[in-house]
């Protein structure tokens, strides 16, 4: 057996520090998967493990990257990621994959997910500045991108939300590279998988069974409790002087002419974003009485979009790692590790890892996932169920929201929902002008209406309505 360790789950439930429990164990080595690790130096903002916390296990792919660099693809992840952990069992240890960037961990664990083609019918492109100097249009605005998809692949266009930078531009990029649209290369790879699974039915020790893989679960309420804690702890250990750091820099790349891409690299990462304005206050007016409001205003913000990252993770493992798991029959190999009780992590995560790892890599029998907590059992059959519902693809915006909806499950629920319904309020009692005021008369008919669906609307408009059609008021 040829064994891997993959450790997963949303920001803030301790997956650095169960790899380092893990290795330190079973002399194992650490290969980073999340993106803004990558980035050389920016420990706080990356929120890297400290040099003393790694208690000398070998890390690799962290900080291994400049500023001015693109995140790696999923196709360069992988590549490396493959060569690393052939290079640690040969020095006859442990690999041990952890991180966020689960898309990373999806396109390293499932075959058929990666588009690998990169020979364009134009000639080889080598490298991303290269594909960006011979298509410009990919460093423009999500809707002009989202145009020219919608004419060389309609179906790809109408699966991204309009806003999706990335996805859109990662589908034409797709089409370039290869020549082929994206959404022809992703029916074939289906095709191919339905393929692989039905001739694996009949004896499924065909499938992968050298990985075993830990999701680090906390309950949301007490999460969000932990992260807003931990922002805190980085804003006092010098966050807002490393955003500082990656402003300056995005303020020289601009400077020198260049237009960076917002989209992509360590401006992604989240602090750089929600200190901005306060930053740009700083530099332009630091006198001004207004910064320590927009300090607080981005520390705030920041709390914020790292409790969205989080449910965002969550969403993503369930959503789509776990029906992958589920059809390549490895279930069986993930054991979700409840971390919701920071107090005792230790019980609850680091000891049961340990245990569960002795044993399949003894080769012992291994419990069944949902038998490890209760909070397993529970969050592990209601992902699976949730996975497992058919979703039927649209592409709907509800005007006076702004919204868009890729599904129409979603669509149904915001349709019906009171955050909706309170928007159609406001739209319609910000449009009502007082009787007074108007300089054509009033439809009586329609004052009856009006006052019958909105009468609170109605009185406060002037509008007394009344039965005798032949003399308005």
């Known amino acids: 057996m040829e064994p891997l360790i993959v450790i997963f789950g949303s920001t803030g439930t301790g997956k650095s520090d169960l790899a380092v429990e893990l290795a330190s164990r079973f002399n194992g080595e650490i290969i980073n998967a999340d993106a803004m690790q990558m980035y050389r130096g920016l420990p706080i903002i990356t929120n890297k493990l400290s040099i003393e916390d790694q208690r000398g296990i070998p890390h690799h792919l962290l900080g291994n990257i400049g500023l001015d660099e693109d995140p790696w693809s999923v196709v360069h992840f992988k590549r490396e990621a493959s060569k690393i952990i052939s290079e640690i069992r040969n020095r006859g240890k442990l690999p041990i994959v952890v991180g966020g960037t689960t898309y ?8 058929d997910r990666l588009v690998t083609t990169h020979a364009s019918t134009e000639g080889s492109i080598t490298s991303r500045e290269e594909l960006l100097a011979r298509y410009p249009i990919l460093s423009a605005p999500a809707d002009v991108m989202l145009a ?12 991204w939300h309009p806003n999706d930078v990335r996805k859109i531009s990662n589908s034409l990029e797709i089409y370039y590279t290869t020549g082929r649209r994206a959404s022809d290369i992703y029916a074939e790879q289906r095709k191919q998988k339905e393929s692989k699974s039905a001739a694996q039915e009949s004896d499924v020790t065909k499938a992968p069974r050298h990985v075993l893989l830990f999701w680090l679960y906390a309950e949301r309420d007490p999460l969000n409790l932990r992260l807003d804690s931990r922002v805190d702890k980085m804003v006092q250990n010098g966050l807002v002087r490393e955003v500082a750091e990656v402003y300056d820099w995005y303020q020289s790349r601009l400077s020198s002419g260049e237009t960076p891409d917002r989209s992509r690299g360590i401006v992604q990462s989240i602090g750089f974003w929600q200190f901005e304005p306060y930053l740009r206050a700083a530099r332009n007016s630091p006198a001004s009485p207004e910064l320590a409001k927009l300090k607080q205003d981005a520390i705030e913000n920041t709390k914020t979009a790292t409790r969205r990252y989080a449910k965002y993770q969550v969403r993503w493992i369930t959503m789509k790692t776990l029906a992958s798991l589920q059809a390549e029959s490895l279930l069986d190999r993930l054991y979700l590790l409840d971390s919701t009780d920071n107090q005792g992590w230790h019980d609850a995560v680091a000891a049961k890892g340990v245990e569960l790892t002795a044993r399949f890599l003894a080769g012992e029998p291994i419990p069944p996932p949902a038998s490890t907590s209760e909070t397993a059992q529970t969050v592990l059959a209601s992902c699976v169920e949730r996975s497992n519902r058919q979703v039927t693809p649209c592409n709907k915006t509800c005007t006076t929201c702004e919204k868009t909806f ?6 149904q629920k915001h349709i019906t929902s009171k955050v909706h319904a309170k928007a159609v309020r406001l739209r319609t009692r910000s449009s009502v002008v007082p009787f007074k005021q108007q300089k054509t008369a009033i439809v009586v008919a329609d004052s009856i209406a009006l006052e019958k669906s909105f009468p609170e609307e109605a009185r406060e408009a002037g509008i007394l309505c009344t039965k005798d059609t032949a003399n308005p008021p």
């Open 104 to 111: 990373y961990l999806d396109g390293l664990l499932f075959e």
């Open 148 to 159: 020219k998809l919608r004419e060389i692949d309609p179906v790809m266009a109408d699966r």
């Open 406 to 411: 890729l599904t129409e499950e979603l669509w």
